[in-house]
């Protein structure tokens, strides 16, 4: 301390907030064994833009629009929970086996908070001075299409498609170390 002042006490802000975090234990809510085998992971950026217009209005004046990117990841999942009877065949001479197994399903999209933000928003006058007044489901909304996008784009880019080919190299390898040559 200088000038007398007790440890704490600055000259320019006497009054200073701390932020103490109390620790509480985490509470087990569920615990399950997962027989699924993901099979492929994919990593997907989307732009959602999302314009509000106010009927008869200038945008200047009233409305909004946000652009906002969301990353995030979506899997494909091979479950293995509980083949049908007869999902593996294998011949009498342990040569050749038949596999039947369901196909590779997507998990739902996991979006990235710390690589995910929105690029612009822009308000309209009465809408900033409404933001204010009224709380809003707008991130809520954002996230929700983002997450659509993402499953949307997981969809079309063949995800699905790798997992089953990921599935089956797998299955392969590890059949063909125990002396299976034809999977």
């Known amino acids: 301390a200088t000038g007398g002042m007790p440890d704490g006490i600055s000259l320019v802000n006497p009054i200073r907030t701390t932020t103490k975090e109390r620790d509480h234990s985490a509470v087990l809510i569920d615990l399950r064994d997962v027989s699924r085998y993901e099979a492929a992971v994919g990593q997907y950026q989307v732009v959602v833009d999302i314009e509000k217009d106010v009927k008869y ?11 906002f990117m969301a990353d995030g990841g979506v899997g494909a999942m091979v479950d293995f929970t509980a083949p049908p009877r007869g999902a593996v065949k294998v011949t009498a001479d342990g040569k050749r086996a038949t596999v039947t197994l369901p196909s590779p399903t997507l998990t739902d999209p996991r979006i990235d908070p710390d690589q995910t933000r929105v690029l612009s ?42 997992a089953e080919r990921n599935t089956r190299q797998m299955l392969t390898g590890l059949l063909g170390e125990l002396g299976i040559d034809d999977v």
């Open 57 to 67: 209005l200038p945008s200047w004046l009233a409305g909004e629009r946000v652009t």
């Open 121 to 162: 928003d822009d308000k309209g006058l009465v809408t900033k001075i409404g933001s204010v007044l009224a709380s809003s489901d707008h991130d809520q909304e954002l996230y929700q299409r983002a997450e659509k996008k993402l499953a949307g784009s997981a969809k079309r880019s063949g995800l699905e498609k790798r």
